[in-house]
């Protein structure tokens, strides 16, 4: 386990490493004078001198680049292009809102992908195996954004259930904050949850079909105590990785899930950028989002090889 | 993380796909309903992209100040939009654009992502781990946020668009091949093959290759599915395909103030999109259970489009 997880860390720090670059590089591909896109035809010389000065950008590029990095490893990702404030802060504020959603949307995708997937395995080839996978299928197939516009036909237009976009802070009113919640984490949940059923389903008839669940059969345990205790245990091991790598992905994958109920998480942060031109922004929230995904996919790695102990000695 | 490899005798020395081995995919397929159905799906896109223009009972673009946001009728299967323009021709137009996206896209992604996995599983040791590194540090951005960080860099537009979409989809291409490419290079044929002294280059193309077509061919059918709808995405949000030219994903955009009053603007261009994305993963995944039925990797192509 110490050897794996010291190869584990080296790996996860290299490909961080090389995320820097990519994201540092995404300024240097601005075509022109990137503090000049941004500003527009009108602006004062001082504020483009400031900006230019503040990005450092008429030093040589590997100065600039490894400046990136240490100003990063410090907290510092710049300042914005449009308001002059610290990347890092304006990033920060947006997170609580991303992991909300993330995290009601997974949760509602493994109420909805346990019972479906493992029940859809065990009854292979029965009506309800029929309708999980037809509800995978056409979960995996589905623009997210359109189910949400649907949606919002739906339990807006037609019902008038719940509000069609926005949020509302925990703290300033609860039940105004979880109405604004469930469109968006429905939304996205139920792709989700139609991708982990499809996995959860061939994880457990993969299980199903191994020595050891013949032997327990053999023994003349109950059918329901040979999935509890035998496939269960082995084919969600698998599970475990598959949605913590939905969790990562949502963090920064929603964009146009946010952009469509003006949430105001990471997404939304990420688009407004790209539309304003403010280049340090974007890139403080990419690089954010990508650094938060690597963190998971490590905690994921530890986490199963702990589950697993083979997996460290491989 | 969990490419499943080939095992021995399903990575054995089968000879290059022939005619007989085209003939049992075909019988497979056909044996197959939902296949068919996808199959059939498919043909409509590539009609609706050829023909097209030539079929669309209006123009796209043509204003009509005294319809704006009718209901489907018969004039207007699909309704018309906010400036009157009959929304069942944009939605026919656009599937063009949206074909045109996905092929070259994926085109772009397997010719670079194949490239490398050959190259990093032929080769090993050193190239290995800097190729496949490399490819690491892409997988660690989600899909559609890097495409979207690439066009808002090089600019929108339809182009940029097709190159960041080929971008986002080339890891898992590289992945794809690499770990095939690792199997199939412990194969007795290849070592005979470089016994022989053939080259590299040679041995790659003439040995190698043909014998991890089905993986690739699988994860074409299904990147065509998620690069459609990253396009849809990117043009939701005003990156990808630019008005006046119509596409699913802005006409989505444009509808999405209209819910309350004008729903059809907000359903068909989506049901398109939705049809043609159920279309390719269908027959990918039929593809995959005659060609390739250990391969189980098919949600890691999909990590959120």
């Known amino acids: 386990m110490g050897r794996f997880l010291v190869r584990r860390l080296a790996q996860s720090a290299v490909v961080l490493l090389g995320v820097t670059l990519v994201v540092f590089l995404l300024l240097q591909l601005v075509p022109g004078d990137p503090v000049r896109v941004a500003l527009g035809t009108r602006f004062e010389q001082d504020t483009y001198d400031a900006l230019r000065e503040r990005a450092g950008l008429d030093r040589p590029l590997p100065v600039q680049y490894l400046s990136y990095v240490g100003n990063a490893l410090t907290g510092d990702l710049g300042v914005s292009f449009r308001s002059g404030d610290p990347v890092t802060g304006i990033v920060l504020e947006r997170l609580p809102a991303t992991l909300t959603l993330a995290f009601f949307a997974v949760l509602f995708a493994l109420l909805v992908s346990f019972p479906l997937g493992i029940l859809s395995a065990v009854k292979n080839g029965s009506v309800l195996d029929h309708v999980a996978r037809v509800f995978s299928q056409f979960g995996v197939s589905v623009p997210d954004f359109w189910m949400g516009i649907l949606a919002i036909i739906l339990f807006t237009g037609v019902l008038g259930w719940l509000p069609p976009s926005g949020y509302t802070p925990l703290g300033e009113d609860p039940v105004d904050w979880f109405k604004h919640l469930v469109l968006p984490s429905v939304t996205v949940g139920l792709v989700t949850a139609a991708i982990l059923t499809r996995f959860i389903r061939s994880s457990v008839l993969e299980a199903m079909s191994e020595d050891y669940v013949r032997t327990a059969e053999g023994k003349g345990l109950s059918p329901r105590r040979v999935v509890t205790r035998h496939v269960l245990r082995n084919a969600l091991i698998p599970v475990v990785t598959v949605a913590a790598v939905q969790l990562a992905s949502l963090l920064g994958g929603v964009i146009v899930i946010e952009v469509l109920f003006a949430w105001p998480g990471l997404g939304q942060l990420t688009f407004d950028a790209v539309r304003a031109r403010d280049y340090p922004v974007l890139q403080g929230a990419v690089l954010l989002v990508a650094a938060l995904f690597l963190l998971t996919n490590l905690l994921v790695d530890l986490l199963y090889a702990k589950l697993d102990p083979r997996i460290s000695v491989r | ?305």
């Open chain 2, 1 to 305: 993380m969990s490419v499943t490899e080939p095992n021995a005798e399903h990575a054995g020395p089968a000879p290059t796909p022939h005619v007989s081995e085209r003939g049992r995919v075909w019988a497979a397929l056909r044996r197959n309903k939902p296949a068919l159905a996808g199959l059939f799906i498919l043909a409509v896109l590539v009609v609706a992209g050829a023909l097209g223009p030539l079929l669309a009972p209006y123009g796209i673009n043509e204003v009509d100040a005294d319809h704006l946001f009718q209901g489907p009728s018969r004039d207007h299967p699909f309704g018309t939009d906010d400036a009157g323009r009959d929304v069942f021709s944009r939605v026919l137009v656009a599937a063009r654009v949206s074909l045109l996206v996905g092929l070259v896209s994926v085109g772009i992604a397997l010719l670079v992502g194949v490239t490398i996995g050959l190259v990093a599983g032929y080769y090993r040791g050193v190239v290995d781990n800097v190729l496949m590194r490399c490819m690491d540090v892409l997988f660690a951005f989600p899909v559609l946020l890097l495409a979207v960080a690439i066009v808002a860099v090089l600019g929108r537009g339809l182009v940029t668009a097709m190159v960041a979409i080929g971008v986002v989809y080339t890891p898992i291409f590289a992945r794809v091949t690499r770990a095939s490419v690792l199997s199939v290079r412990e194969q007795v044929f290849v070592t005979a093959a470089v016994s022989t002294g053939a080259s590299d280059w040679r041995i790659m193309r003439r040995h190698v290759l043909p014998n991890i077509a089905a993986p690739l061919i699988v994860q074409t059918s299904l990147s065509l599915a998620f690069a459609i709808l990253s396009e849809a995405a990117l043009s939701f949000l005003g990156l990808g395909i630019q008005p006046p030219q119509p596409s699913w994903g802005r006409m989505l955009y444009d509808g999405r103030g209209y819910v309350q009053d004008a729903w059809w603007m907000g359903l068909f261009p989506g049901l398109a999109i939705f049809l043609v994305v159920l279309a390719f993963n269908i027959v990918g995944d039929a593809l995959r259970d005659v060609l390739d039925p250990r391969q189980l990797t098919k949600d890691e192509a999909r990590r959120t489009a």
